[in-house]
């Protein structure tokens, strides 16, 4: 069964950038849909950004569109989110999910979270 191993993370000041590690143990991710999510204290979880593991377009919460990257390194078996201008309000615990690639769009997995297999999860701070 698929398993996902977070790294990175951390505190950063505004406007600072991090990012965040996702690989994959005991299987490839070739053909998953991927993505990245996050929860703030007292908050649901969010959908940051997500792909369909079909070479569509990624799908980013309008939050932090133009901030935000999501790629995927097939020979590393790692998926990234690289994470440039952070504000305060990013600051939550991060989280990277898969699943097998199927029809759905990018947006759907998500906005519906349509992932079974999750990371761990890590706490990005962006404070001064």
């Known amino acids: 069964q698929l398993q996902l191993v977070q790294s990175g993370g951390g505190l950063v000041q505004p406007g600072g950038s991090l990012r965040l590690s996702c690989e994959a143990h005991?299987?490839?991710?070739?053909?998953?849909?991927i993505g990245w999510f996050r929860q703030a204290p007292g908050k649901g979880r969010e959908g940051v950004s997500c792909t369909d593991g079909r070479d569509g377009q990624p799908y980013y919460a309008d939050s932090v569109k133009g901030r935000f990257t999501i790629s995927r390194d097939s020979a590393r078996n790692t998926i990234y989110l690289q994470m440039n201008d952070l504000r305060p309000e990013d600051t939550a615990t991060y989280f990277c999910?898969?699943?097998?690639?199927?029809?759905?769009?990018?947006?759907?997995?998500?906005?519906?979270?349509?992932?079974?297999?999750w990371g761990q999860g890590t706490q990005v701070t962006v404070s001064s």
């Open positions: 005991r299987g490839s991710l070739n053909y998953y849909a």
């Open positions: 999910a898969a699943d097998t690639a199927t029809y759905y769009r990018a947006s759907d997995y998500c906005t519906r979270q349509l992932f079974a297999t």
